[in-house]
Each structure stands twice: as C-alpha cells, then as structure tokens.
C-alpha cells in the first residue's frame, strides 16, 4: 500500500507545486494590474477553486480480522558457489516421464547432494602443483635439519663459530616454516577443488534453479534457492490498533484459493517492534505446519485472527484525497471542507491512515463522520485557500 500511495503522493505535490508556484505569479502580475488600472478600489477577489467532495461516514471503513499475505517458506537459503568456473553438470532426476532430467524448482532434494559441479581442472592442476612444492619443502627441510644437527655438534666442541652456527640454525627454521606455507597451499587447493561440487546445505525444496550446463558462475554467484518446508510463514501487516491485541503462540487460521472451504491452523511467531515509516503498519509473520507440503511456496493466502482481535469499522476516504503534509514529507493528511463567513475554504488535517479497501484508505484517527473531504482537486488545492464545490 505505501509504495502506491508514495508514488501518488509524489505525483500529485509535483504538480501542486507548479500549480502554486503559477498561481504565486499570476497573483501578483494581476494585483499590479489591479492597482495601476484602479487605483483606490478594492482588490477584487479571487474565484474559488472547484473541487468534488465526500462525507465521511461513520464506519464507512472495512471492518474484520482478515488480512492477505504470501505463503513463504519457513527456512529460505541460497545456494552460490565458492570458486568460479563453468557449470559441468546438473543433478539428475527421474521426471514424471520417467527419464533423466535437470533438478529444477519444484523438486525435493536431501542435505548434502551434490547440485552441480564447476569443471575442475585447472583446480586439479593448483593441487597437483601445490603438492609438489610440498615435497620440495619437506626434502629441503630434511636436508636442513640434518645439517643443522651435524654443525650443532660441531659448534658444541667450538670447531665452528658461532656466526657459521647461526646461520644452519635459522636455514633449518626457514625450511620449517616452508613445509608449513606449502602444506597451506595444500590445504586452500584441495577446499577450491572440494568446493567445485555445489552441495545442499539442507534438505527440502529447490524454489529456483539460475544455473544451466556451460554457465559461467562467479565466486558468490547463487546457483539454487532451496526452502525448507515442512512449515510455512505468512508475513502480513496490521494497524496498530491490532497489533496491541497480538501476540506470539496467538493461535490464527489460513484459507487459500487453491483449497476452498478448508483451514489451515498456525499460530504467530514473529511480530515487528517497529512500524514502517511510511504506511505506520507492522509486519506480523505466522508459521503454519506443511508436512504433507500441500500449502505451496508463491500461494496467496488469507489470514484470519481471532474474534478478540478484531478492529472497529474505521471510517475511510478515496485514495486520491490522501496527500502529504508539506511540513511532515513522511506524513499523511486531507484537505476538508470548513465555512467562513458564508463561504467555503480548505483546511489540511493531518491523518493516521490504515489498511487500503478497494479504492479507498482506512482512516485510524483524524477524521470524524461528517466531515467532508476534497477528493478531486486535492492535488492543487493548499491549505486557506476558496473553494466551490462542484458535483
């Protein structure tokens, strides 16, 4: 909701303040021409601006305890590979044809499989070398600590200095400290080789496949997106009128198109702290049992709460008379309708808005029943000025 309303809000304040900024110069190039045509007479004033305009109604707002959200599931990971490379192959399973096929969304896969594989063998070959420098150190080490061992004796009877026994002390150490660089690189060459075969870190469904034979992946590149779920969530907002009446293990129920007239029984796991700035709504997430795996990841779901968590019918405006205060960017506001002396008048009047119903915005405080609220015009329209209200 907030995202189409920003982008409304956004619109119609560019274009009011065009509006304004014409009206600013058009005042006050007619106000000289006033004067200087007139002289002493009164200035003349300015024609009302015509607007449409609606009667708040007590209630007129949706009222009840069901709200939409997604069907996600319960654990989401992606899957990205450690070393770059082409993809040589992809797991294999049987298809409802019952031939070999590439492992694609919507298949079942366990924990540690191997989902695809990078063409290893320039991997290979960096082991290989790096095992062979390995060897190479250790001979050198060998070497050096024989050495070392045959002057410190030679040293110990002082028929050597003590600069020649320095010296095949600190070869020996450096020998050392090779074997151990190399073993290393042993080490760092066999986990890039390892990491060629891209494995499930845990069982459950494949939700996307992004890699083909021959793809070229980079380090960090996603090759799988799989989901655990055995439970599902849903993630929906409510006012904070509601969000006061909730909390975790509240028992909630489902419904979904794709299963009519039958519940599906969860409870709320995970209610945010914070609203979101912009539509002042709070993200709640309830977690559902799916062993049978009959609710689906993408499935659109309503969400029911229980009767103590029901609202009040709030009363509610069109969409299109909601505008931002100029003095508050992140704030909501109407412009309504007020007499003065015998004529009529806008008036903005800040609003906490609440969940979107058809074309119109839940309105949570701010307005009254029977207050009337500019619809068409409230784009152009600033706060004092005449108004004629047209049908």
Request: glycine residues 8%.
């Amino acid at each position: 909701m907030s995202s189409v309303l920003d982008r409304e809000y956004e619109r119609a304040h560019r274009h009011a303040s065009i509006v304004r900024s014409w009206k600013r110069f058009a005042s006050i190039g007619l106000c000289a021409v006033a004067l200087a045509a007139c002289g002493p007479k009164k200035e003349q004033a300015a024609n009302p601006l015509p607007v449409t305009v609606q009667t708040v109604r007590a209630g007129s707002g949706a009222a009840g305890n069901s709200y939409a959200g997604g069907v996600m599931a319960d654990t989401q990971v992606d899957v990205a590979f450690k070393v770059n490379g082409y993809v040589q192959t992809i797991l294999q399973v049987k298809g409802a044809d019952g031939q070999l096929r590439n492992v694609q969304a919507g298949d079942r896969v366990n924990s540690g499989v191997v989902l695809a594989t990078i063409r290893d063998d320039t991997y290979r070959q960096t082991l290989l070398r790096a095992q062979s420098d390995l060897q190479n150190a250790r001979a050198t080490q060998t070497k050096a600590k024989a050495d070392f061992g045959r002057f410190s004796q030679l040293f110990e009877k002082k028929v050597i200095s003590p600069a020649e026994f320095d010296t095949y002390k600190q070869r020996n150490e450096s020998a050392q400290a090779s074997v151990g660089a190399e073993q290393a690189a042993v080490r760092h060459a066999q986990v890039d080789l390892d990491d060629c075969k891209l494995k499930a870190p845990l069982g459950g469904l494949v939700l996307d496949r992004k890699i083909e034979v021959g793809t070229l992946v980079a380090v960090n590149s996603v090759g799988f997106q799989i989901g655990d779920t055995a439970k599902v969530k849903v993630v929906f907002g409510v006012p904070p009128a509601i969000v006061s009446t909730l909390a975790p293990n509240t028992a909630v129920t489902m419904s979904t198109d794709a299963f009519p007239g039958q519940e599906f029984h969860g409870a709320i796991s995970k209610i945010a702290s914070a609203a979101d700035p912009g539509s002042r709504i709070f993200d709640v997430e309830a977690t559902f049992p799916n062993s049978d795996g009959r609710l689906r990841v993408g499935m659109v779901a309503a969400l029911h709460l229980p009767n103590n968590a029901q609202r009040q019918a709030m009363p509610a405006v069109p969409m299109r008379s909601i505008v931002r205060p100029p003095d508050d960017p992140r704030g909501y506001a109407v412009y309504v309708v007020e007499e003065k002396n015998g004529a009529h008048v806008a008036r903005l009047k800040p609003v906490t808005i609440g969940p979107v119903v058809g074309d119109e915005v839940s309105v949570e405080s701010g307005l009254e029943p029977g207050i009337k609220v500019i619809v068409k015009g409230s784009d152009i329209v600033y706060d004092g000025q005449s108004i004629r209200i047209v049908p």
